[in-house]
């Protein structure tokens, strides 16, 4: 997984590790893309990392990054108006840009020959100068890696993948503060987005749609921090679903059933258990005559139907106004005529918009939210109505719950890192001041393997659930939940 250094083997470099303290730096300004491409201050202080491991200094790698400084410095003075109105082009012109570099390296190499490098690495040395001209620099192998599903930035020495559901470390490394910063900047730039102490904190997106947060310091305390949820370039399909092991083909089958028969579906997990991707595929099953509205903070989901309205909240200014939130779009989506409303993520006085539109007409409405169990998101739907300022009853507000969600999809990441529906559970509504529960699925762990992997069984209730009334009014026949 990690990326391969040869070039500092084969140059002599030796895998020392030293600890260094990384000297704070005022954040930079860049006026352009080719000045924060080619604006670095000082050589490369890091080494591959192996195992547990800190910032380290060789003198290879200080030779190799002299070299890539030295060709910054030629491209910048040498290079013809010509060219650099093809670098402004940007990605579209990738493959001649690096023509350009190779021109200028080959030179450079030719004049200051640091070792006898071989025609991989001549080209590895291109593409490396050439992402950070036209990408994100040393994040983007990482970002073409289909593996990796998420990136933790935790200072410019120390980055973080997952890979499998499993945290790795890996050896990619940015040369210092500075340098991360001038990537962020080019991140937040084409958003209109900025970071700055006096607003340390910001949520973006890149332009292939990953959702990315980022938090500098004084806030952090290990240097900028950066979190990357990268989107998938292709969508999963229920059949990915059932084969990863994150459903039976009998829950499968059920779910379809209930998203056609236009029940309001719940779905609840942890950070990084997979509810997106689930409400994804719960999506897929609505029927292509249906006008879909969906609400996100950052647009995650990718309906194939036809009938979709894409909203987006938006936050606030420069100036601190301006500020669209997820509650004004319910509110808003309300009057666009939908036959169903999906909601990314619910976390505050939005729920109560969300519930009071599942019990008004749109049926078949789906969301989002963090809980840890299906009891635990009830109790969290409570809290997020109250957070309406509306103030209203206890059991007011419960009755609204039990009345507006018919099911509740409990996902999880299991400890070997693989995702699972743990139980599908029926609201059957309320005895007193109780919202009554019952399981119709849920996964049996057995036992962990030599592996560390999760070996276990689904097992369907075999009970019929109270709302076979939806499913009668809609012609959908029920499957089978053994």
Do not use: W
């Amino acid at each position: 997984m990690a990326r391969s250094l040869s070039l500092f083997e084969r140059l002599g470099g030796k895998k020392e590790v030293e600890e260094t303290a990384a000297a704070e730096k005022p954040m930079p300004t860049y006026n352009s893309r080719l000045q924060t491409a080619l604006s670095f201050e000082k050589p490369l202080e890091a080494s591959a990392f192996a195992g547990r491991h800190t910032a380290a200094i060789t003198s290879t790698g200080n030779k190799l990054q002299e070299l890539k400084m030295a060709i910054h410095r030629r491209i910048v003075d040498e290079m013809t108006p010509e060219e650099q109105a093809l670098i402004t082009q940007g990605e579209p012109a990738r493959d001649q840009i690096k023509t350009i570099i190779s021109a200028y390296s080959d030179r450079e190499i030719a004049e200051n020959p640091i070792a006898n490098m071989s025609r991989g690495e001549r080209f590895q040395l291109v593409d490396d100068i050439a992402d950070e001209l036209l990408g994100l620099g040393p994040l983007e192998p990482l970002l073409k890696d289909d593996e990796i599903t998420e990136i933790m930035i935790n200072g410019p020495k120390n980055i973080f993948v997952e890979q499998k559901g499993k945290l790795l470390l890996t050896d990619t490394y940015f040369h210092d503060d500075a340098h991360l910063m001038s990537i962020i900047e080019r991140i937040l730039t084409p958003l209109g987005r900025r970071v700055d102490e006096s607003s340390p904190l910001v949520d973006a997106r890149l332009s292939d749609g990953s959702r990315v947060n980022i938090i500098i310091p004084p806030l952090s305390l290990v240097g900028p921090a950066v979190t990357i949820r990268k989107f998938s370039k292709k969508a999963l399909s229920v059949k990915d679903l059932v084969s990863f092991g994150t459903l039976s083909d009998s829950m499968a089958k059920f779910l379809e059933a209930c998203v056609k028969a236009r029940l309001n579906i719940l779905v609840s997990g942890g950070t990084g258990s997979g509810k997106t991707t689930t409400l994804n595929v719960l999506s897929s099953f609505i029927p292509a005559t249906d006008r879909i509205v969906t609400i996100e903070d950052a647009a995650e989901l990718r309906l194939q139907q036809r009938h979709v309205v894409t909203l987006e909240s938006r936050p606030a200014n420069l100036e601190g106004k301006g500020a669209i939130t997820i509650r004004d779009l319910v509110r808003n989506a309300l009057r666009m005529r939908p036959d169903r409303i999906i909601v990314g993520e619910v976390r505050s006085g939005e729920a109560l918009d969300m519930l009071q539109a599942m019990n008004t007409g749109h049926d078949g409405s789906l969301t989002t939210a963090h809980a840890n169990s299906p009891r635990d998101v009830l109790s969290r739907l409570e809290t997020m109505v109250l957070m309406a300022g509306m103030e209203l009853p206890v059991r007011a507000v419960r009755t609204q719950v039990s009345s507006a969600i018919d099911l509740i999809l409990q996902q999880s990441r299991i400890r070997d890192g693989s995702r699972k529906i743990t139980y599908i559970t029926e609201v059957q509504g309320m005895e007193g001041d109780t919202i009554i529960l019952q399981d119709l699925f849920r996964y049996v762990q057995d036992y962990i393997d030599e592996n560390g992997k999760s070996v276990g069984h689904y097992e369907g209730s075999g009970l019929q659930p109270l709302f076979m009334d939806k499913f009668r009014m809609n012609g959908i026949e029920m499957p089978s939940l053994q």
